[in-house]
Every structure is written in structure tokens, then in C-alpha cells.
């Protein structure tokens, strides 16, 4: 059974940083391409950055552009997202997902968009104070 588990949320103050970590179990990590999503009460769900199985590419909303770096450690088969200068309208519960597919079906970088992905963590809170 695929398990993904994401961790790290928590309260901020504007301006401030935090570092949201992600394992998957389950899974031949490294083959899997990853992603960060985000969900703000009455809003869609919204790609926030994805990276590839290798971790040679990456797709960064422009909402978070300059500001948020996805990363992986295959090694460590951890995912992580470095979120610096953080905003009030970062607040979501944000979320880590894998590909629906390794990367032997589709080695291609996803679009980032929520149905690309087919394993999903339960979500960690970030909170950004003004």
C-alpha cells in the first residue's frame, strides 16, 4: 500500500519560512515523479511546485516564484518544500502527492495539476499571519 506523509506545516508570521518535508512508502520513490499542491478554504486545489523523478527538473507556480524551491532526496525518499517570504494567501492546507504513473509508463515532468497525481498525503496546515 502506498502511503505518502507529509509534515512541517504550522504558524507563521508574514515574511517568515518554513520547510515542509514529504516520504512515500509504498513506492520505488526515485521512480516518481512529486509535487506540492495547495488548498485555502473555497478554493481549488492548486499545483504549487513539481519536480521530476530524477529531481533535474522542476515546475514552480508563479504565485511562488523566487520565493518557494521543491527539492528531493531520493536517497532519503523524502520530498521537501522550502517556502521563504511567506504571504498571508499562502495560508492552505498544503499537500504532497505522487505521480499517478513511474516514470517507466511516464518519464515526462508533469503540468502540476492535481490529476496528474494518484497518491496523496492527508495535507499539513500552513498559516500565515499578517
Known amino acids: 500500500q502506498v502511503q505518502v506523509v507529509e509534515s512541517g506545516g504550522g504558524l507563521v508570521q508574514a515574511g517568515g519560512s518554513l520547510r515542509l518535508s514529504c516520504t512515500a512508502s509504498?513506492?520505488?520513490?526515485?521512480?516518481?515523479?512529486m509535487g506540492w499542491f495547495r488548498q485555502a478554504p473555497g478554493k481549488e486545489r492548486e499545483g504549487v511546485a513539481c519536480?521530476?523523478?530524477?529531481?533535474?527538473?522542476?515546475r514552480v507556480g508563479d504565485s511562488v516564484k523566487g520565493r518557494f524551491t521543491i527539492s528531493r532526496d531520493n536517497a532519503k525518499n523524502t520530498l521537501y518544500l522550502q517556502m521563504n517570504s511567506l504571504k498571508p494567501e499562502d495560508t492552505a492546507m498544503y499537500y504532497c502527492?505522487?505521480?499517478?504513473?513511474?516514470?517507466?509508463?511516464?518519464?515526462?515532468?508533469?503540468?502540476?495539476?492535481?490529476?496528474?497525481?494518484?497518491?496523496w498525503g492527508q495535507g499539513t496546515q500552513v498559516t500565515v499571519s499578517s
Open positions: 519536480i521530476s523523478y530524477s529531481g533535474t527538473s522542476t
Open positions: 509504498g513506492l520505488i520513490f526515485a521512480d516518481y515523479a
Open positions: 502527492a505522487a505521480a499517478a504513473y513511474s516514470m517507466v509508463v511516464k518519464a515526462t515532468l508533469p503540468f502540476c495539476r492535481p490529476a496528474e497525481f494518484g497518491y
